[in-house]
């Protein structure tokens, strides 16, 4: 009691040594922010002492205590924040990234010193309140990412100072008002994403210093005002996906720091300035799907910095300037679907940079060019329906980059080069149909084990379809018809599964697909075709660290065509952030009661977007680390397909998850909920910072004190093997054991992954569209390569792998064991090679003591019986859990 007394005598006595004025705006203040903490949820305010100065987020004036910043971004807070308009200093005020809903409070109108205003991010519904117009002082208003609806209201104009307007990704319509082009201090201005529509002002930028010009994906009609190129200050203009018409003007070439320029998707006409020479800063320049027509004009090559120039669907004529070649940093020329004509441009070749070279769709009517790849990192070469004439050069084989390579519909002559099979990067296509082609088809083809489409249709080859065309692993579709091939058609799967069509037109073909069977000749070839091709594949995709293996579903390898073709996009280092527009969902649930409030779908989306929040890449999907705005962090997996396979299915899939999601053991991972948008389905798990198992046993960099750690791998391996037993007890199949897909929890209590896939996949349950079978490399059972199916006895092998990694800490394929080899006939052969079990396993763990020796010879044996090559002989997952369990035992 006397302590207490005392204590309040000392702080009445410390206030009192300020003025009295001073204390009763101090409580006011206060009262304020502790009724706002408590309506919106604020945490951390007042914890550790009353000076509500130095409560997180909140800046007061050095004079008098009043609160002139509040930051309250990514707090997840929800509410009514009306009662902050009573903190009358505040300048500088962030709500962004909550969730605020309801109208923006016509109060804050009251806020007089405001100078920053970010409400972005939230869901703030209504029209922007006219109140807002009062802010005098005002110098960034930051409206983007709401709800709101109606137009800009006319009262805002009073807003002189403001330098960055910010209401993109909104609701609103009407016209841009002609008074933004009066706010002579304005820098930023970006609307995208609305349904504006009207006149771009035709004042806008001529009395401020316009720096950036976002208007993209709304309907704004007429012409580009030349006043925003009056002061030649702007730096990025964007207004794709609008219905803009008119010339570019000329007077562009007055703004030397202008960067980007995107202005594809809309109804412009005329051709470029010729001033477009003049913007030295010019990097990107984006005016695709318009009608822009005359010749591309030379001038461009001035812009030593221009990186991506895409002027496809125009009606653009005449040749490539050969001074293209000065264009050094150039990665993307894309002129598809014009009417350009004469040689492939050897300048533009020579750029060392140069990633995507898109002339398609016009009429270059001259050869290919000897030195098509002589520097390039060319990956995108796509020649395709022009009139290129000659023959394909060997040297075409020089271009070791390629991701695809489109040559059809042209008239080339001559054979096929064998180089091309040297291209072993070459994935999306390889397109030469529709030429004049003739000779047989190079058995070298056979090597580019990463194709998914090879056309040859309509060409005049002859001879027999090679039968190393079977090293071609990831085919998905080929098309040989309208030829003169001759002989059987080679066994091989992507042959037999596909239609007849791709097939006809050659009058000695026969075998399946085709109704023309060859008698002897096919059956001897199908028998030997077990015992020699399988051995056969398994070397194959030994030697070339595929990661797929067998025949993979249409699905599975649409999903992965996908990845690849986002990762080579990636790879091109250009970002397309403008105007990819907000995805919109079409389903998504929370299963998990109690985390329904916790998980935002839109961050999920926002969260796969952005390639920093990249955790690792599987086979089937793409593993993202997403903040939700409660502070919940979630792992998320992105699957994706082509063909809008996901909305097709999303009925039958939403169902399977919901049977997944009831799904529950201790070592399988919990699906939390799942977010369908456009073809792409994420599943929301937990996220652990101990990462997966693969990174706890291989990655150095993730075990801080390394320490040698028996037990906890018993224990890893004991958890992973029940979580599968679990899985093969309600008869579910898992598609890809490996210890990549093993996660483990801060306990490191191991918890399987990927069992959707397996589930959503299920080539039993009809959701695959071929009878197949996938998993990782290294991992995959050696029967798999002949029965085409995955089964539970596979799995156990799988297991065996994981196993054998947790005892050996050496990964499932190493160089060091020797070509072809792979960890389990590493093991395996040890005895031939005289050595002892404990050359084999980590010398680290074995020789600490006898008792952990002695386990680990134990746990040795389980995992040389999981991976016995006959799959009869290995253990059922149940007996391989008893049977580590007892090695804890004794
Ligand atoms: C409380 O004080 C401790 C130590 O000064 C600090 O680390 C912590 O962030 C503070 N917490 C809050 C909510 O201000
Ligand atoms: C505190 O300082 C601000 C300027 O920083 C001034 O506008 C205000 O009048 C001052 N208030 C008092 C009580 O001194
Ligand atoms: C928020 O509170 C104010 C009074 O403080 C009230 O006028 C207003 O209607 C409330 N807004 C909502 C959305 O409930
Ligand atoms: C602004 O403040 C005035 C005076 O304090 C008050 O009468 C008015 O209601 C306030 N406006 C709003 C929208 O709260
Ligand atoms: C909102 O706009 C302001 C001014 O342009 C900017 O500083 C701020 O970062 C923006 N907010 C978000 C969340 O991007
Ligand atoms: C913009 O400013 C000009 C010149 O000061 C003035 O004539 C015009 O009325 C203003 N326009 C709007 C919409 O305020
Ligand atoms: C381009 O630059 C040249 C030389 O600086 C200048 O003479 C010409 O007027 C400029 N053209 C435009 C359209 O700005
Ligand atoms: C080209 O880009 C570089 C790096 O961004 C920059 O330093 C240089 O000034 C740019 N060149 C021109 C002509 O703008
Ligand atoms: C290519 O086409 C252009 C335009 O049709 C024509 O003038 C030119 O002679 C053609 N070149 C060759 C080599 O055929």
């Given at each position: 009691m006397a302590l207490s007394s005392l204590f309040t005598t000392l702080l009445i006595g410390l206030l009192l040594s300020r003025s009295q004025l001073v204390i009763a705006q101090l409580s006011h203040d206060q009262t304020i922010l502790v009724s706002v903490g408590k309506e919106l949820g604020v945490s951390g305010w007042g914890l550790n002492s009353s000076d509500y100065c130095s409560w997180p987020g909140i800046g007061c004036s050095s004079n008098n205590s009043m609160v002139e910043r509040l930051v309250l971004s990514h707090r997840g807070l929800q509410g009514n924040v009306t009662l902050i308009s009573e903190l009358k200093a505040l300048k500088w005020l962030d709500l962004s990234y909550n969730n605020l809903d309801g109208s923006i409070p016509p109060a804050f109108g009251n806020l007089s010193r405001l100078e920053f205003l970010d409400l972005s991010a939230n869901k703030f519904g209504s029209s922007i309140p006219i109140e807002l117009g009062s802010l005098r002082n005002l110098r960034a208003l930051n409206l983007s990412n709401n709800l709101l609806t109606g137009e800009i209201p006319d009262e805002l104009e009073g807003l002189e100072n403001l330098q960055d307007f910010q209401i993109f990704t909104n609701r609103l319509i009407g016209s841009i008002p002609m008074w933004v082009g009066n706010l002579t201090n304005l820098i930023v201005f970006t609307a995208y994403e609305n349904g504006f529509s009207g006149k771009i002002p035709d004042n806008l930028g001529l009395v401020s210093e316009l720096q950036l010009l976002n208007l993209h994906s709304n309907q704004l009609e007429g012409s580009i005002p030349e006043s925003i190129f009056s002061t030649g200050k702007l730096e990025f203009l964007v207004l794709t996906l609008n219905q803009l018409a008119g010339n570019l003007p000329e007077l562009i070439g007055n703004c030397r720091g202008l960067s980007s320029i995107r202005i594809g998707n809309n109804k412009f006409i005329g051709s470029i300035p010729k001033a477009i020479g003049n913007v030295s800063s010019l990097t990107y320049f984006e005016a695709d799907n318009n009608n822009l027509s005359g010749e591309i004009v030379s001038e461009f090559s001035q812009c030593s910095n221009l990186t991506l120039l895409n002027l496809a669907s125009n009606g653009f004529t005449g040749t490539i300037p050969p001074e293209f070649g000065q264009l050094t940093n150039l990665q993307e020329f894309i002129v598809s679907g014009n009417s350009l004509f004469g040689e492939i441009p050897t300048s533009i070749l020579r750029s060392k940079n140069l990633n995507k070279l898109d002339l398609s769709n016009n009429r270059f009517n001259g050869t290919i060019p000897e030195t098509i790849c002589n520097t390039s990192r060319l990956q995108y070469l796509l020649l395709g329906q022009n009139s290129i004439r000659g023959d394909i050069p060997h040297?075409?084989?020089?271009?070791?980059?390629?991701l695809e390579l489109q040559m059809g519909s042209n008239y080339l002559t001559g054979s096929i080069p064998p180089e091309i099979g040297h291209i072993k990067n070459l994935q999306i296509a390889l397109n030469l149909s529709f030429n004049h082609l003739h000779g047989v088809l190079p058995?070298?083809?056979?090597?580019?084990?990463?194709?998914?489409s090879l056309d040859v249709s309509n060409n005049q080859l002859t001879g027999n379809i090679p039968l190393a065309l079977k090293g071609m692993l990831s085919l998905i579709e080929v098309n040989f018809s309208n030829n003169q091939f001759t002989g059987p058609i080679p066994t091989f799967v992507p042959f037999q599964k596909s239609l007849n069509s791709s097939f006809?037109?050659?009058?000695g073909l026969c075998g399946e697909p085709l109704s023309y069977s060859c008698g002897n000749l096919n059956g001897s070839d199908h028998k030997s075709y077990h015992h020699k091709v399988s051995y056969r594949i398994i070397l194959i995709v030994i030697g070339s660290g595929l990661a797929v293996f067998v025949s993979v579903t249409v699905v599975v390898l649409l999903f992965m065509m996908r990845e690849r073709q986002e990762k080579a996009a990636k790879a091109a280092g250009i970002s397309d952030d403008g105007t990819s527009s907000r995805p919109s969902i079409i389903a998504g649930n929370v299963f998990v009661e109690n985390l329904r409030q916790a998980i935002e779908f839109d961050a999920v989306v926002k969260a796969t977007l952005k390639d920093s929040n990249k955790i690792s890449c599987g086979t089937f999907s793409t593993v993202y680390k997403a903040d939700m705005p409660s502070g919940m962090i979630l792992s998320v997996k992105r699957l994706r397909s082509m063909d809008r396979t996901i909305v097709h299915h999303q009925n039958k899939m939403i169902r399977e998850l919901e049977r997944l999601s009831k799904l529950s053991h201790d070592h399988l991972m919990r699906l939390i909920g799942y977010v369908i948008y456009e073809d792409v389905a994420l599943l929301l798990h937990d996220y652990f910072l101990n990462g997966t198992l693969a990174q706890y046993l291989h990655d150095s960099t993730k075990q801080p004190d390394c320490k040698p750690d028996w037990p906890t791998r018993l224990s890893i391996a004991i958890g992973v093997a029940e979580g599968l037993a679990f899985l093969h007890h309600l008869a579910i199949i898992h598609l890809d054991i490996s210890s990549g897909n093993i996660v483990l929890d801060s306990n490191f209590k191991p918890l399987v992954g990927e069992v959707e896939i397996s589930k959503l996949l299920d080539p039993s349950r009809g959701t695959a569209s071929i009878s197949a079978v996938a998993g990782s490399f290294g991992y995959i059972p050696p029967e798999y390569a002949y029965t085409m199916q995955v089964t539970a006895p596979g799995n156990v092998y799988s297991y065996g792998v994981v196993l054998l990694e947790i005892l050996t800490?050496?990964?499932?394929?190493?160089?060091a064991f020797g070509e072809g080899i792979d960890l389990v006939r590493w093991v395996h052969s040890a005895p031939g090679r005289g050595e002892t079990p404990e050359q084999i396993l980590d010398v680290r763990l074995s020789t600490v003591s006898f008792a952990w020796r002695k386990e680990m010879l134990a746990a040795l044996k389980v995992a040389l019986l999981c991976t016995d090559n006959t799959p009869a002989r290995r253990p059922k997952m149940k007996k391989v859990v008893e049977m580590l369990q007892e090695i804890t035992q004794t």
């Open positions: 040297q075409i084989g020089d271009c070791v980059k390629l058995p070298d083809l056979g090597r580019l084990d990463k194709l998914v006809l037109g050659n009058k800490t050496r990964l499932p394929v190493e160089e």
